[in-house]
């Protein structure tokens, strides 16, 4: 993959790789089981996250989407000292209050992110379809600009993504879940679909493979397949190991080839082989 260039978009002057680093294996949030997830937190190091994110930004996934967390902030620093790569950070703060949310912010700006989107927690308890408004948006937004961060918003709402555009509010990028499963939308997926296409600010796409839901082939080209050229999909990544895996399987889709994998084999698939003796008539 040495001669491989990770398509981007330009957001405000950054640009983007339409692959961009997800955290939620880095940190333990699995969306699945306890036990995974506590699995998850027991196996992962500042240096093993950091030798993900090397993988990672070798590719061109110049990008991470993460919360204020001390295991990714120390990873990260681990990264940029041993390969000298720096990693733009759209980072997602939250708070019981606005208040408590502009005090995160400026914690963003501490740790120099590019980009600050509220999380969906903050977002979607104050989003009000009728008066078409997310309440105190504006306020924060202008708080971003002037702790000198791009602002955007976090949403698990669609509805969101249609009101932001509608008040005509400062807002960069939208952060959204969408895959081929439905998994965390609270629509149907062609409806969200129609509402990524139809926004003219990007979309980071998250849960793209349903929290491991969904194989890699099938997450990935469900999403770049449906969405616009400049919205980006976001990839969480267990271990170096799938990162060069899954960074091959994008690869073959950006160059529209068919994509080959090593395939997983077990008994049961023996007779899918089609390298072994035919025993009959043709």
Same mark, same amino acid.
């Given at each position: 993959?040495?001669?491989?260039?990770?398509?981007?978009?330009?957001?405000?002057?950054?640009?983007?790789?339409?692959? /961009?680093?997800?955290?939620?294996?880095?940190?333990?949030?699995?969306?699945?089981?306890?036990?995974?997830?506590?699995? =998850?937190?027991?196996?992962?190091?500042?240096?093993?996250? %950091?030798? /993900?994110?090397?993988?990672?930004?070798?590719?061109?996934?110049?990008?991470?989407?993460?919360?204020?967390?001390? *295991?990714? =902030? #120390?990873?990260?620093?681990?990264?940029?000292?041993?390969?000298?790569?720096? +990693?733009?950070?759209?980072?997602?703060?939250?708070?019981?209050?606005?208040?408590?949310?502009?005090?995160?912010?400026?914690?963003?700006?501490?740790?120099? @992110?590019?980009?600050?989107?509220?999380?969906?927690?903050?977002?979607?308890? !104050?989003?009000? +379809?009728?008066?078409?408004?997310?309440?105190?948006?504006? $306020?924060?937004?202008?708080?971003? !600009?002037?702790?000198?961060?791009?602002?955007?918003?976090?949403?698990?709402?669609?509805?969101?993504?249609?009101?932001?555009?509608?008040?005509?509010?400062? =807002?960069?990028?939208?952060?959204?879940?969408?895959?081929?499963?439905?998994?965390?939308?609270?629509?149907?997926?062609?409806?969200? %679909?129609?509402?990524? !296409?139809?926004?003219?600010?990007?979309?980071?796409?998250?849960?793209? *493979? @349903?929290? &491991?839901?969904?194989?890699? =082939?099938?997450?990935?080209?469900?999403?770049?397949?449906?969405?616009?050229?400049?919205?980006?999909?976001?990839? &969480?990544?267990?271990?170096?190991?799938?990162?060069? #895996?899954? *960074?091959? +399987?994008?690869?073959?889709?950006? %160059?529209?080839?068919? /994509?080959?994998?090593?395939?997983?084999?077990? $008994?049961?698939?023996? %007779?899918?082989?089609?390298?072994?003796?035919?025993?009959?008539?043709?």
């Amino acid at each position: 993959m040495s001669d491989f260039v990770m398509p981007s978009i330009d957001i405000e002057g950054h640009k983007i790789g339409r692959l /961009v680093i997800g955290t939620n294996w880095f940190l333990g949030f699995s969306h699945q089981t306890a036990a995974r997830s506590n699995w =998850i937190r027991d196996y992962q190091t500042p240096e093993r996250i %950091a030798g /993900v994110l090397a993988v990672c930004t070798a590719s061109g996934m110049n990008t991470i989407v993460a919360p204020i967390n001390d *295991l990714l =902030i #120390e990873a990260m620093a681990i990264h940029e000292a041993e390969t000298g790569r720096h +990693i733009t950070s759209i980072l997602t703060p939250s708070g019981p209050s606005t208040d408590e949310l502009l005090t995160n912010i400026d914690r963003c700006a501490e740790l120099g @992110a590019e980009f600050c989107l509220p999380h969906t927690s903050w977002t979607d308890s !104050r989003l009000h +379809i009728v008066n078409t408004e997310i309440t105190d948006y504006p $306020r924060v937004a202008a708080h971003i !600009r002037d702790c000198g961060m791009i602002p955007g918003l976090s949403t698990h709402r669609p509805e969101a993504i249609v009101v932001g555009d509608k008040a005509e509010y400062d =807002i960069a990028t939208y952060i959204q879940p969408y895959n081929a499963l439905g998994f965390l939308c609270s629509v149907e997926t062609d409806w969200i %679909a129609n509402v990524i !296409r139809r926004t003219p600010k990007p979309v980071i796409i998250i849960k793209s *493979l @349903a929290a &491991g839901r969904l194989n890699p =082939i099938t997450g990935l080209t469900f999403v770049f397949n449906t969405c616009k050229d400049t919205d980006v999909c976001c990839l &969480g990544l267990l271990c170096e190991e799938e990162a060069h #895996e899954d *960074l091959e +399987i994008a690869r073959q889709l950006f %160059a529209s080839d068919n /994509v080959e994998v090593e395939l997983q084999y077990t $008994r049961s698939k023996a %007779a899918l082989v089609d390298d072994r003796p035919c025993k009959g008539g043709g």
